[in-house]
């Protein structure tokens, strides 16, 4: 069998369509990502998932965006609630362990939920900085303000994730937190000194071994230039990227349907490619307008013009793709309950992280 091609793409429902099992059987996408819109319940999710992998005639890496609060694809009362990130940066600031115990609870219950499922790769942490007075994207997605903060929970976050057999994708890299516009709409453009850039790179730096990880559909005038999102800047992801943060992990772009890139989906792919990405990540989620895509016969065009122009996984970014696969599946005893029960009593400041355990 030919390798995998690199790219993760989406799918338009609950089931497969006979396009999309034949555009699976073809391309064979090193992975999917699953959208809101084929989350239904868990024999249904579990169906999907087992769905894809007889399809691309392998155990095909699935992808969700569950990180809690905001952006969750898995939403109650079917599947359970769980904060945003930054509820566990505000308990760190009077309770350091306990925000440590509480975010890794957070994500082993997380991954207790996704792995039975298939889906094995969680689009989360969220290794950004908050800084006050940017645009939302990020807000209470990210951890806090302070670098060492973020990287603490961060490490914590992937630490739950990987015991449940889940593995996680550090994002936006080299830092999301300055966006002064949303990325989804337009391009922003960070025009902080270089100075106030490392800082945002800082936390990356300490989780630099994640297996996976994320570009920024930013421009930085302090790191390349005020016209290239690091997704497409060869300077940016070979300088920084790889070479300050010391990320060696698989690097997948952000959605490449988010408005940031400009150009057709084909070119876009193209040159986040050239650039150095190992996979392109698509999510068939918006139309030019920004407005969701329902009819799964444009799903499924946008998903082929992305196919087409992703070649078969080869050199470093093959590597990368087999050891993220390797790190996942490896799941340890947990009782889901008691977890529960441990993280609210964190959250509510009833229990030290002494007795909650992790």
């Avoid at 961060?154 to 949303?182: F, N, S, T, Y």
Wanted: with cysteine; proline share 6%.
């Amino acid at each position: 069998m030919a390798e995998p091609s690199a790219c993760i793409l989406s799918v338009a429902g609950l089931r497969l369509t006979d396009g999309e099992r034949k555009l699976l059987s073809s391309a064979n996408p090193w992975g999917i990502i699953l959208m809101g819109r084929s989350c239904e319940s868990p024999a249904q999710v579990k169906a999907l998932t087992d769905e894809i992998c007889d399809a691309t005639g392998r155990k095909t890496l699935i992808f969700i965006d569950q990180e809690g609060g905001r952006v969750r694809r898995l939403k109650p009362p079917v599947w359970p609630d769980f904060p945003a990130p930054g509820v566990y940066g505000e308990l760190y600031k009077t309770d350091p362990e306990a925000a440590f115990a509480a975010t890794w609870l957070h994500h082993r219950l997380m991954a207790a939920e996704l792995e039975p499922m298939g889906i094995r790769a969680d689009c989360a942490p969220v290794v950004d900085l908050h800084h006050v007075g940017m645009h939302k994207i990020v807000g209470d997605r990210s951890f806090g303000d302070k670098p060492d903060l973020v990287a603490e929970l961060a490490q914590a976050a992937l630490d739950g994730l990987g015991a449940g057999g889940v593995a996680g994708v550090i994002k936006h890299m080299p830092g999301h937190g300055r966006a002064e516009v949303d990325s989804h709409e337009s391009m922003p453009v960070v025009r902080a000194s270089r100075e106030q850039v490392e800082m945002d790179i800082a936390p990356f730096k300490a989780v630099r071994h994640a297996t996976m990880g994320m570009t920024a559909h930013l421009a930085f005038a302090a790191l390349d230039d005020e016209a290239t999102p690091a997704t497409l800047s060869p300077k940016i992801i070979g300088e920084v990227i790889r070479g300050e943060i010391g990320f060696d992990g698989l690097l997948m772009t952000d959605d490449l349907g988010m408005r940031a890139l400009g150009g057709s989906l084909a070119s876009r792919a193209e040159r986040a490619l050239a650039a150095g990405c190992d996979v392109i990540l698509h999510c068939a989620g918006l139309d030019a307008w920004g407005k969701v895509l329902r009819d799964p016969r444009a799903v499924l065009r946008e998903m082929e013009e992305v196919a087409a122009v992703c070649p078969p996984l080869s050199g470093e970014s093959l590597r990368r793709a087999e050891a993220a696969d390797a790190a996942t599946g490896h799941v340890g005893r947990f009782d889901k309950a008691e977890g529960r029960e441990r993280l609210e009593q964190l959250l509510s400041g009833g229990a030290h992280p002494s007795t909650a355990g992790t």
